[in-house]
């Protein structure tokens, strides 16, 4: 993975040699954390008309700030080593690279650029300006990394940032927010810029949300919190589920597709909603690159009863994922179904035919199921089908030009990557920025600061035309 510099090896490594007791801090007051979501709005709001004052120079130092308390090599390592620890989900190893991508390359204050036109008439700019206060809903799944990416954004709009993140990630996030806030008052922002209370819950954020001081809501998460933001009558960035189908045909190289494929799949163990959900292989295709996908790490189910079990392990009736299962390892689902692995056993992969739960639910585990088409056309069709309309991320492996645009047109996703794996889609050896707010529901797509900004005209009249 390109985002892995020498620095990002060496604190992977430190990350893996660690061990000893968890180090999860209590959370408590002070530093931008507030006993209530009231007290934590009305500080931002503060704080928020005294940034309007600042230049822009010191708005790119702010964000500065905010990018070294993430590389800082200590945090770094804890920050990740918390996250695992507090939610029980993903590995550190690849914490450690989402945190430190977010913090590289999220935009900053350089995403405003401002628009001009000039005539007999005068002068004209549209530029971006703050929303005001941003009440920002952060996932289980990505809780530092979506903290960092949104307070980057946020701030280098000129807006303050309420957070109000997963209760089940709520110590690794006040800690983060912590940091955050001592940093930017070493940098003389003003306080409470970003802010969060001590015990974050679902009527929390529905206090946040009914503010009439928060201008505008960000949810990054699951169906029923865009859902909720979108039906608020407030101004809502909604960035919710994918399920992303890659589909595989018969033009591609199919051991590099393979690679890629499981390399995608098991990234924190499948936890970003980028990642690789289910594979539709043409039929003259599927059982070379089954074959090569267990030379990278597959383990493959074919007894149906054993598939049936794992099934029944890993899903509630209702064939939503048990959260006890989310963001585990292949090597951790295969021991609690009775099967002795080897440990580098990255991805649990069996044939499944195109409605099977486990193609058509979000599991967000290393579980791939892989299902066969006739052809191209019909493999794309599925894929579609499976998407499920989400519009969220597509990934395809083949060399025929036609047949990929053909499925980027169809599809409508806001990330189709091809020939590569599905994070390349968020900057990690693709080219471009990264966002861990990917917002397909209304259509900001990757965001950035200027997706937190409010487009507005300034007219000079009848001057400062000088051609
Ligand atoms: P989640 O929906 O359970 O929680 C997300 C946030 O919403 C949390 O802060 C949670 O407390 C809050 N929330 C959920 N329901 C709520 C309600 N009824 N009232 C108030 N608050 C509520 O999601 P999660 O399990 O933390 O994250 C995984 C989901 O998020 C997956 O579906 C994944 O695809 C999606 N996700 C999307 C993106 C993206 O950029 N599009 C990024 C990360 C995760």
Same mark, same amino acid.
Request: hydrophobic content about 40%; aromatic content about 4%.
């Given at each position: 993975?390109?985002?892995?510099?020498?620095?990002?090896?060496?604190?992977?490594?430190?990350?893996?040699?660690?061990?000893?007791?968890?180090?999860?801090?209590?959370?408590?007051?002070?530093?931008g954390i507030f006993k209530s979501m009231d007290a934590a709005v009305e500080a931002a709001d503060i704080a928020q008309r005294a940034y309007l004052?600042?230049?822009?120079?010191?708005?790119?130092?702010?964000?500065?700030?905010?990018?070294?308390?993430?590389?800082?090599?200590?945090?770094?390592?804890?920050?990740?080593?918390?996250?695992?620890?507090?939610?029980?989900?993903?590995?550190?190893?690849?914490?450690?690279?989402?945190?430190?991508?977010?913090?590289?390359?999220?935009?900053?204050?350089?995403?405003?650029?401002?628009?001009?036109?000039?005539?007999?008439?005068?002068?004209?700019?549209?530029?971006?300006s703050p929303f005001g206060v941003i009440g920002a809903i952060t996932?289980?799944?990505?809780?530092?990394?979506?903290?960092?990416?949104n307070?980057?954004?946020m701030l280098?709009a000129g807006n303050a940032v309420v957070f109000s993140p997963?209760?089940?990630?709520?110590?690794?996030?006040?800690?983060?927010?912590?940091?955050?806030?001592?940093?930017?008052?070493?940098?003389?922002?003003p306080a409470n810029l970003v802010v969060t209370i001590?015990?974050p819950s679902l009527e929390s954020t529905q206090a946040m949300m009914n503010h009439p001081k928060v201008r505008m809501l960000v949810a990054?998460?699951?169906?029923?919190i865009v859902k909720t933001v979108l039906s608020s009558g407030k101004k809502a960035i909604g960035?919710?589920?994918?399920?992303?189908?890659?589909?595989?045909?018969?033009?591609?190289?199919?051991?590099?597709?393979?690679?890629?494929?499981?390399?995608?799949?098991?990234?924190?163990?499948?936890? +970003?909603?980028?990642?690789?959900?289910?594979?539709?292989? =043409? &039929?003259? @295709?599927?059982?070379?690159? $089954?074959?090569?996908? *267990?030379?990278?790490?597959?383990?493959?189910?074919?007894?149906?009863?054993?598939?049936?079990?794992?099934?029944?392990?890993?899903?509630?009736?209702?064939?939503?994922?048990?959260?006890?299962?989310?963001?585990?390892?292949?090597?951790?689902?295969?021991?609690?179904?009775?099967?002795?692995?080897?440990?580098?056993?990255?991805?649990?992969?069996?044939?499944?035919?195109?409605?099977?739960?486990?193609?058509?639910?979000?599991?967000?585990? +290393?579980?791939?199921?892989?299902?066969?088409?006739?052809? =191209? &056309?019909? @493999?794309?069709?599925?894929? $579609?089908?499976?998407? *499920?309309?989400?519009?969220?991320?597509?990934?395809?492996?083949?060399?025929?030009?036609?047949?990929?645009?053909?499925?980027?047109?169809?599809?409508?996703?806001?990330?189709?990557?091809?020939?590569?794996?599905?994070?390349?889609?968020?900057?990690?050896?693709?080219?471009?920025?990264?966002?861990?707010?990917?917002?397909?529901?209304t259509?900001?797509?990757?965001?950035?600061?200027?997706?937190f900004a409010r487009?507005r005209?300034?007219?000079?009249?009848?001057?400062?035309?000088?051609?």
């Amino acid at each position: 993975m390109t985002v892995q510099s020498d620095v990002v090896e060496r604190i992977v490594r430190r990350v893996l040699e660690m061990s000893g007791p968890p180090v999860i801090a209590a959370p408590a007051e002070g530093d931008g954390i507030f006993k209530s979501m009231d007290a934590a709005v009305e500080a931002a709001d503060i704080a928020q008309r005294a940034y309007l004052g600042r230049s822009m120079q010191e708005r790119a130092n702010y964000v500065a700030a905010i990018r070294s308390v993430m590389l800082d090599e200590e945090n770094l390592t804890s920050l990740s080593r918390m996250t695992v620890e507090e939610t029980g989900m993903g590995n550190c190893e690849h914490k450690v690279i989402k945190n430190t991508l977010a913090a590289t390359k999220t935009p900053g204050v350089e995403d405003l650029t401002t628009e001009a036109m000039s005539g007999d008439n005068g002068l004209t700019l549209v530029e971006y300006s703050p929303f005001g206060v941003i009440g920002a809903i952060t996932p289980t799944t990505n809780p530092t990394e979506t903290i960092i990416c949104n307070s980057i954004g946020m701030l280098a709009a000129g807006n303050a940032v309420v957070f109000s993140p997963h209760p089940r990630a709520k110590n690794v996030s006040i800690q983060l927010i912590r940091l955050i806030n001592r940093a930017l008052a070493k940098e003389g922002a003003p306080a409470n810029l970003v802010v969060t209370i001590e015990s974050p819950s679902l009527e929390s954020t529905q206090a946040m949300m009914n503010h009439p001081k928060v201008r505008m809501l960000v949810a990054t998460g699951g169906p029923a919190i865009v859902k909720t933001v979108l039906s608020s009558g407030k101004k809502a960035i909604g960035a919710g589920a994918g399920n992303p189908p890659v589909v595989v045909d018969e033009s591609a190289d199919i051991e590099k597709a393979a690679k890629d494929i499981v390399d995608g799949c098991s990234f924190d163990n499948n936890l +970003p909603c980028i990642a690789e959900k289910e594979v539709i292989a =043409v &039929d003259s @295709a599927a059982d070379y690159l $089954i074959f090569n996908m *267990k030379k990278h790490g597959a383990f493959e189910l074919t007894d149906a009863e054993t598939i049936e079990r794992l099934k029944e392990l890993v899903l509630n009736p209702n064939n939503s994922p048990k959260t006890e299962f989310v963001g585990k390892s292949a090597a951790y689902i295969l021991d609690r179904l009775g099967i002795h692995a080897p440990k580098d056993v990255r991805v649990i992969i069996m044939e499944a035919a195109k409605g099977h739960p486990f193609v058509m639910e979000e599991l967000m585990m +290393p579980i791939l199921p892989i299902v066969r088409a006739s052809d =191209v &056309d019909a @493999a794309i069709q599925i894929a $579609i089908e499976v998407e *499920k309309g989400n519009r969220h991320t597509a990934i395809m492996h083949s060399r025929n030009v036609d047949k990929l645009t053909k499925m980027g047109k169809l599809i409508q996703t806001t990330i189709f990557v091809k020939n590569g794996p599905s994070y390349a889609g968020i900057a990690v050896g693709g080219e471009g920025y990264t966002t861990f707010t990917i917002a397909g529901p209304t259509g900001e797509g990757l965001t950035s600061a200027k997706s937190f900004a409010r487009r507005r005209k300034c007219v000079l009249v009848g001057a400062m035309d000088i051609r």
